[in-house]
């Protein structure tokens, strides 16, 4: 099991960008696809971003699509979300989550075995 633990959410004007992080321990970091996910209030969490354990392969949702980028430095044991032209309607609690996989992108968040806490982002209008 991977433990994992977001960082760098926070308030932010609409168009303004924030990166999150999420550092891992306790695994073969490089063993895992990585995924974000959000969750706002009373809506399901829904998937952001994923990206393959090399980094070669990622995948978006088309919200989020040439606004947000995810990379990795599996060196730092630690997945990035660059978010830019932030909108009011990004405003979620952001989760990172990590699949064990031989090759290969995780979409799905039933799929991910380990979680973590989740970063508060805020977009104002």
């Known amino acids: 099991q991977v433990q994992l633990v977001e960082s760098g959410g926070g308030l932010v004007q609409a168009g303004g960008s924030l990166r999150l992080s999420c550092a891992a321990s306790g695994g073969t970091f490089s063993n895992y696809a990585m995924g974000w996910f959000r969750q706002a209030p009373g809506l399901e969490r829904e998937f952001v971003a994923a990206i393959s354990r090399g980094g070669g392969s990622t995948y978006y949702t088309d919200s989020v699509k040439g606004r947000f980028t995810i990379s990795r430095d599996n060196a730092k044991n630690t997945v990035y979300l660059q978010m830019n032209s932030l909108k009011p309607e990004d405003t979620a609690v952001y989760y990172c989550?990590?699949?064990?996989?031989?090759?290969?992108?995780?979409?799905?968040?039933?799929?991910?075995?380990?979680w973590g806490r989740g970063t508060q982002v805020t977009v104002s209008s």
């Open positions: 989550a990590a699949d064990w996989v031989v090759y290969g992108l995780t979409l799905s968040a039933d799929k991910y075995d380990n």
